[in-house]
T-cell receptor
Framework: DGGITQSPKYLFRKEGQNVTLSCEQN?????MYWYRQDPGQGLRLIYY???????QKGDIAEGYSVSREKKESFPLTVTSAQKNPTAFYLC??????????????FGDGTRLSIL | QKEVEQDPGPLSVPEGAIVSLNCTYS??????FMWYRQYSRKGPELLMY????GNKEDGRFTAQVDKSSKYISLFIRDSQPSDSATYLC??????????FGTGTRLTIIP
């Protein structure tokens, strides 16, 4: 079955530690996205990538980094510079580079907590 | 003022009732409108996707877009306990990123 796989489902971060969240898709989609979801705030865009080896900052990129070395993969690193990382992180993909006219499909998320 | 407004609820209705979920928006450039359903601890699942004004029906679900009023709706007929979830609206245009509502939490009471 085609879809988006996020791992791990739960992740704990110690102070000063960087952690990496995995996102893999087998939908052959060009565009991939990372969102953060907090209660009462909806989805906020962290980074997005429309093509391999290229990505753009979203609304809340500070304290995060990404890479897009393969079409299928878009890992997100939450760095120690992100002072409030506790949230539900969602990865999404869409077929084309027209981000406004293609519906996005989501993975099942990673819940990150601070130890 | 947020670009997309959505009543967070919670909304509780008895099984079998018709549910109406709504979003209003301020940006008249929006052309594409989506509804997602999100179960607890899961990612959003695309329910409906519409372009411009009008209605779209899929089984028990109907999506309605009124661009003149900047208002979109999702109707659920014959609601079931399995419809209990958070419903997110989303909208976009051209190459701009999607804008999401904050979600409405819905509970269907058996």
């Amino acid at each position: 079955d085609g879809g988006i796989t996020q791992s791990p489902k739960y992740l704990f971060r110690k102070e000063g530690q960087n952690v990496t969240l995995s996102c893999e898709q087998n939908l052959n989609h060009d565009a991939m996205y990372w969102y953060r979801q907090d209660p009462g705030q909806g989805l906020r865009l962290i980074y997005y990538s429309q093509i391999v080896n290229d990505f753009q900052k979203g609304d809340i990129a500070e304290g995060y980094s990404v890479s897009r070395e393969k079409k299928e993969s878009f890992p997100l690193t939450v760095t120690s510079a992100q002072k409030n990382p506790t949230a539900f992180y969602l990865c999404a993909s869409s077929r084309s580079t027209g981000t406004g006219d293609q519906p996005q499909h989501f993975g099942d998320g990673t819940r990150l907590s601070i130890l | 003022q947020k670009e997309v407004e959505q009543d967070p609820g919670p909304l509780s209705v008895p099984e079998g009732a018709i549910v109406s979920l709504n979003c209003t928006y301020s940006n008249s450039a929006f052309q594409y409108f989506m509804w997602y359903r999100q179960y607890s601890r899961k990612g959003p699942e695309l329910l409906m996707y519409t372009y411009s004004s009008g209605n779209k029906e899929d089984g028990r679900f109907t999506a309605q877009v009124d661009k003149s009023s900047k208002y979109i709706s999702l109707f659920i007929r014959d609601s079931q306990p399995s419809d209990s979830a958070t419903y997110l609206c989303a909208m976009g245009f051209g190459n701009e990123k999607l804008t999401f509502g904050t979600g409405t939490r819905l509970t269907i009471i058996p």
